[in-house]
T-cell receptor, first 113, second 111 residues
C-alpha cells in the first residue's frame, strides 16, 4: 500500500498568492483529515470529511481557507490569498472509519514570504 | 470538549533503559480510542500503538506498551530497551469521531 500521498512536499510562495495542497488518501479509507502543525499552536485539525462530505470545518482559520473532496481518492486544501502567518506544515491523514487510527501523509511544508 | 494533556514537555532516557511517557484525557464518553504517535525529525507522523477503551487488557507492540487506566483517564506509554531511533516527539491522541492530540513530549535517547 502506498500510504497517504501529499503534494507538493515543499511550497514557497509570496504573500497574496494562491496555494493549493493535494492529498490522496489510502484506498478504502472513508475519512480524510487536514491538519496544520506549527511550533506555537502544535497540531490543529482544520477540517475532516466522511464519505467525501465535509463534516466539521470549525478548525479552518478563516475564509481564506477552503477544502474540497470531489471523490474518494482526492482532496485539496486551498489558501487564497496566502499570508506569512500561514507558514506551517500541513498534514493530510485518512482512516478506515472516523473513530479509528489515522494514517498521515508526509506533510507539505508551506513557506509564505 | 475532550482535551488531552501531556504534562512532560521533554523526557530523556539512557539507551537500553525504560521510559514512561504520561498522558491524561478528559471525556464523558465511555467508548473511544486512544493512540500514541511518534514524530521523528523527518516529521512523518507514525502510529505507535492503539487502545480501545472497551478493552481492559493493555495494548503492546514489541517494545512499546501502554498502561490504560480508564477510571483515572490515564494512558501512559512505556518504551522498553530504548534505542537511539526512538528519539522523537511523541503525541498522545484521543478519538471518538473527533481526534484530539496532546501537545507532545520530546524524547531524547542518550547513548
Amino acid at each position: 500500500d502506498a500510504g497517504v500521498i501529499q503534494s507538493p512536499r515543499h511550497e514557497v510562495t509570496e504573500m497574496g498568492q494562491e496555494v493549493t495542497l493535494r492529498c490522496k488518501p489510502i484506498s478504502g479509507h472513508n475519512s480524510l483529515f487536514w491538519y496544520r502543525q506549527t511550533m506555537m499552536r502544535g497540531l490543529e485539525l482544520l477540517i475532516y470529511f466522511n464519505n467525501n462530505v465535509p463534516i466539521d470545518d470549525s478548525g479552518m482559520p478563516e475564509d481564506r481557507f477552503s477544502a474540497k473532496m470531489p471523490n474518494a481518492s482526492f482532496s485539496t486544501l486551498k489558501i487564497q490569498p496566502s499570508e506569512p502567518r500561514d507558514s506551517a506544515v500541513y498534514f493530510c491523514a485518512s482512516s478506515f472509519e472516523l473513530p479509528y487510527e489515522q494514517y498521515f501523509g508526509p506533510g507539505t511544508r508551506l513557506t509564505v514570504t | 470538549a475532550q482535551t488531552v494533556t501531556q504534562s512532560q514537555p521533554e523526557m530523556s532516557v539512557q539507551e537500553a533503559e525504560t521510559v514512561t511517557l504520561s498522558c491524561t484525557y478528559d471525556t464523558s464518553e465511555s467508548d473511544y480510542y486512544l493512540f500514541w504517535y511518534k514524530q521523528p525529525p523527518s516529521r512523518q507522523m507514525i502510529l505507535v500503538i492503539r487502545q480501545e477503551a472497551y478493552k481492559q487488557q493493555n495494548a503492546t507492540e514489541n517494545r512499546f506498551s501502554v498502561n490504560f487506566q480508564k477510571a483515572a483517564k490515564s494512558f501512559s506509554l512505556k518504551i522498553s530497551d530504548s534505542q537511539l531511533g526512538d528519539a522523537a516527539m511523541y503525541f498522545c491522541a484521543y478519538n471518538n469521531n473527533d481526534m484530539r492530540f496532546g501537545a507532545g513530549t520530546r524524547l531524547t535517547v542518550k547513548p
